[in-house]
């Protein structure tokens, strides 16, 4: 990238501080504490296993839920999106499901599932899981037909002509879905997390909010904002690494 | 070859059976009817034609005809709403790696380096042979990129690697839909004579189909000519033209009268679609 680029970007990322400053300085938002006391609330956490333990329960759980829900996800949706019969079955009562809001599963599945553990692992899996399915659907169903020909004609069966062609073919398509997913598999994670309690980051900025601690808030803003990008960064790194042929947009 | 004929069944020590000629091609009555929402269009109507085993048939027609609908068919992509087609004698019933396709936008999987893409066919099949991608590539002028992208090779550098996977694959018949029709003069001519070179020295049967008239006459045994729509045969012009033909040929008094005859046809065809068209509307 251009040092041009670079700069505005950089500049992109300073701006929030600097207008953070200035709405505190001119008292703008009553409440919001200063970037000063934010950072040394920061440095004590810091140094502070409850939240490294925070940080670590999080992360684990979004990869974990996130790994589980493409596995699943992308696998249905090549299979959803290139027979019309396992669509028409299965189709309709997933698209049922999917306008349910994550939170509005936490008081069943904690019921129902044996820990609250699994409860959010399960709905940070429904986060990642619809977005990575319907994008694999598209992507399926947009395979040029010439291809899949091609690729019979030279010999290829139809498990051959799915692994050779439809899945490659598709995976720009479940990257993106990817990219979407790993941003609500975060979405859905802290919201559970601070329906269902106990740990993590969700947990640890919701409690700081009953006992009053606003800097301790924004750091646990920062600190989820901070791993969300890591791990879409994460995501599109994978991406570039398994399609080597063909760049992957990075606006 | 030798055209002795076999008396035992078992190969004797003296020579090897006589492999007998592969590629033969028999349409026969064959209809095409799409129907997409309940709106007939008859692309083909009740064609016959044959195409002899190792010959070189050009199919020409106005645009819209049916000549890719006449591929697709004996590609197997399509099944014939009636008649049927068949290949050695026995009938088309899907894609085989013996009849071999070229697009008329190269299909290499983008996916897939040059190298990959030959291999794909042995892989599909009797199991990649060391060496043999490579040998082809070199062949068709390609060494040096068995590892590139197709996306970063020319147009006619793309067709040729189509060519070589086709060929990795060694298949009876070679079904070629505008192959080079995208390419510019100096390279078709190029492609066109590689693609003889092989041809000649394979023994393959292909079907060729372009809509430009001196591209048909120059590379073809025969040249069937296609009405408008629905498809079927017009003319069948055999191209008595000494081979090895070099691009010259295009201007003796011969190249010219087959060439009139196949035009005149063509117009008096394009001119039928035309009127067809404005009948329609």
């Given amino acids: ?31 919001l504490p200063t970037p000063t006391a934010v950072a040394s609330s920061f440095l004590e956490e810091f140094y502070r296993q409850d939240f490294w333990l925070s940080v670590a329960r999080s992360t684990v759980r979004v990869l974990v839920s996130f790994v589980v829900a493409a596995a ?34 936490i008081p069943f599945t904690i019921l129902v599932l044996p820990a609250s553990e699994l409860s959010i692992m399960f709905i940070t899996f429904l986060g990642a899981f619809f977005p990575i399915l319907l994008n694999t659907i598209q992507g399926a169903r947009g395979v040029e037909v010439e291809f899949s020909r091609a690729a019979q004609s030279l010999g290829a069966g ?86 080597g042929w063909r760049e992957v947009e990075s606006a | 070859m030798s055209n002795q004929t076999q008396t035992t069944r078992e190969p004797t020590m003296e020579g090897e059976p006589t492999p007998e000629k592969t590629g033969a091609i028999d349409i026969e009555n064959l209809t095409k009817v799409y129907d997409p929402e309940g709106e007939r269009v008859v692309a083909v109507d009740d064609m016959d034609l044959q195409i002899g085993a190792e010959e070189f048939v050009a199919l020409l027609g ?84 068995e590892d590139a992208y197709p996306s970063g090779l020319s147009g006619g550098m793309q067709q040729r690697a189509e060519l070589a996977r086709l060929l990795a694959n060694d298949p009876d018949i070679m079904l070629m839909d505008e192959p080079f029709s995208a390419l510019d003069a100096l390279t078709k001519e190029i492609m066109q004579k590689k693609l ?59 190249f010219t009268e087959l060439r009139e005859r196949a035009l005149s046809v063509i117009r008096e065809e394009a001119q039928r679609a035309l009127e067809q068209e404005e009948g329609e509307v």
Wanted: some cysteine.
């Fill in chain 1, 1 to 31: 990238m251009e040092t041009r680029r670079r700069l505005v970007r950089a500049g992109s990322v300073l701006a929030v501080p600097i207008l953070w400053f200035l709405l505190t300085r001119l008292g703008i938002v009553a409440g």
């Fill in chain 1, 72 to 105: 699943v996800a992308i696998p249905l949706g090549l299979l959803i999106g290139r027979y019309t019969v396992f669509a028409d079955l299965t189709f309709p009562a997933l698209e049922m499901l999917r306008p349910i809001p994550p939170i509005a599963w």
């Fill in chain 2, 62 to 145: 106005p645009s819209g005809c049916g000549k890719s609908t006449v591929m697709n068919c004996i590609a197997g992509y399509l099944e014939p709403t009636e008649g049927e087609v068949l290949v050695d004698g026995n009938r088309v019933s899907g894609p085989d790696p013996k009849r071999g396709v070229v697009f008329q936008d190269n299909r290499l999987f983008p996916w897939k380096t040059i190298q990959e893409n030959v291999e794909f066919g042995p892989q599909m099949n009797d199991g990649v042979e060391e060496g043999r991608a490579r040998s082809i590539l070199d062949e068709m002028g390609l060494d040096g990129f």
């Fill in chain 2, 196 to 254: 003889i070179e092989v041809w000649e020295r394979d023994n393959r049967t292909v079907l060729f189909i372009t809509h430009d008239v001196e591209e048909a006459i120059l590379l073809a045994d025969r040249v069937v000519v296609m009405t408008a729509r629905p498809g079927q045969v017009k003319d069948v012009i055999d191209v008595d033209l000494d081979r090895p033909r070099d691009p010259e040929v295009v201007t003796t008094d011969r």
């Fill in chain 1, 158 to 243: 139809s498990f051959q002509t799915f692994r050779h062609v439809i899945y490659p073919s598709a995976l720009p398509a479940i990257h993106a879905g990817m990219i979407v997913g790993m941003g609500l598999a975060w979405v859905n994670l802290i919201a559970g997390e601070m329906v269902a309690g106990g740990t993590g980051l969700g947990f640890l900025t919701w409690s700081a909010y009953t006992s009053g601690s606003y800097p301790t808030i924004i750091v646990g803003i920062i600190t989820i904002g901070v791993l969300g990008a890591l791990s879409s960064a994460l995501v599109r790194l994978f991406a570039n690494w398994q399609i």
